[in-house]
């Protein structure tokens, strides 16, 4: 091809040698700077030089290169005549002239350069590499220009999300997700343990009046045209304890006795035995009490006379208080007698006791009349 930019050299030539350079770069880019927006910082610093006439220019704006973040853009530039200088400027700053490397970015490097292309490439593109970028071409003829826009496409990333909360039940919970990239990443919400769909679209995620039910992990999706970031958070919701009803039990004289009280609460409740206006403590001859998570057991090991009436588990936590009653009764044994319901003929139960040892009795002489 034609002549390239003079190649750098260290030593006493090399400052002219730069200089010379430059003068050329800025002939070609002062005059095309009306057709170069942006490149006007190009000319500063670099020594005055005037064209004869009225110079005519090619500009060719050639197809948008859309490259994702971290990827490698390559960046074409035909030539196709006799030239004599030719460049790769992004905005205001040279990149290659020729084959002399102007950029001092590592990522920055040239792929190929002859008569029909000049070709670099960036690696490990980002966010600042978007943006316009200019093959500047001088040849014998006329100066010829290509532009391209370089787009950089940022995957989804979460970069603020509310903590992790404890609320009580009833509060008004607002909680939020921010999420950059390119395209612009778009929000939406799920309950997730347990599982529900949420109607929001949006950063903010608002629950008037929360209740115990909306207790759980939320996940805040962020989606774009590359990718999908997801995190999530809890939510923990305290409410005051509810007691399920009491099962009362018939105990005999001498047996175990366990009394059993289960309270749903948030924190978990603290468990406390009444019989009357008597508490009961771990540790009293005879019983002993066991609280495990939500439930509560209080067990007699050897029932006596005296354990018998009613009794009171009261489930407490900072939030409130309830309770419910029991009552351990006297279990009859079985004995030998029944009781037989006879029907009469207008519907009406007749009860009759009848010793089981008499009719066995009865039944016997009956066999021996025989």
């Not at 105990?251 to 749903?264: F, K, N, P, T």
């Not at 006596?304 to 029991?326: I, P, Q």
């Not at 039944?363 to 009349?369: D, G, Q």
């Amino acid at each position: 091809m034609g002549t390239r930019w003079p190649p750098h050299h260290d030593g006493p030539e090399a400052e002219p040698s730069r200089l010379r350079m430059k003068a050329s770069i800025h002939f070609t880019f002062h005059s095309l700077a009306n057709i170069i927006p942006g490149h006007d910082e190009a000319k500063k610093g670099l020594p005055a030089v005037h064209s004869q006439g009225q110079s005519q220019y090619d500009k060719n704006l050639m197809d948008n290169i859309t490259v994702r973040q971290g990827e490698t853009v390559t960046l074409r530039c035909a030539q196709g005549e006799i030239v004599t200088h030719t460049a790769w400027l992004n905005r205001s700053s040279i990149l290659y002239a020729g084959d002399e490397k102007w950029s001092v970015d590592p990522r920055v490097s040239l792929v190929t350069l002859n008569q029909e292309e000049f070709t670099i490439k960036i690696e490990n593109v980002d966010m600042t590499d978007e943006g316009q970028y200019v093959c500047a071409v001088q040849t014998s003829r006329r100066p010829t220009t290509n532009v391209v826009h370089v787009l950089v496409q940022v995957p989804p990333k979460i970069v603020n999300l509310s903590r992790d909360m404890v609320v009580n039940e009833g509060s008004n919970v607002s909680v939020l997700c921010q999420a950059n990239g390119k395209p612009e990443p778009s929000i939406s919400w799920k309950l997730i343990s347990p599982s529900a769909d949420l109607e929001t679209n949006s950063e903010y995620l608002e629950i008037p009046s929360i209740s115990r039910h909306r207790a759980g992990t939320y996940e805040c999706r962020a989606v774009n045209d590359i990718d999908t970031d997801t995190q999530t958070l809890d939510v923990t919701v305290n409410y005051a304890p509810t007691v399920s009803e009491g099962r009362d039990i018939g105990v005999r004289l001498g047996q175990r006795g366990v009394l059993e009280c289960e309270a749903d609460a948030v924190p978990e409740a603290d468990f406390e035995w009444f019989k009357n206006d008597r508490r009961f403590l771990n540790g009293f001859d005879g019983m002993e009490i066991v609280n495990t998570g939500s439930l509560s057991k209080l067990t007699f090991l050897n029932v006596s006379d005296g354990d018998y009436g009613n009794y009171t588990c009261v489930a407490v936590n900072k939030l409130g208080s309830s309770n419910t009653s029991f009552i351990m009764y006297v279990a009859i044994e079985p004995t030998s007698s029944t009781l037989l319901q006879v029907q009469d003929g207008s519907g009406s139960a007749l009860g009759v006791h009848i010793d089981i040892s008499l009719l066995s009795i009865v039944f016997l002489l009956f066999l021996l009349k025989l």
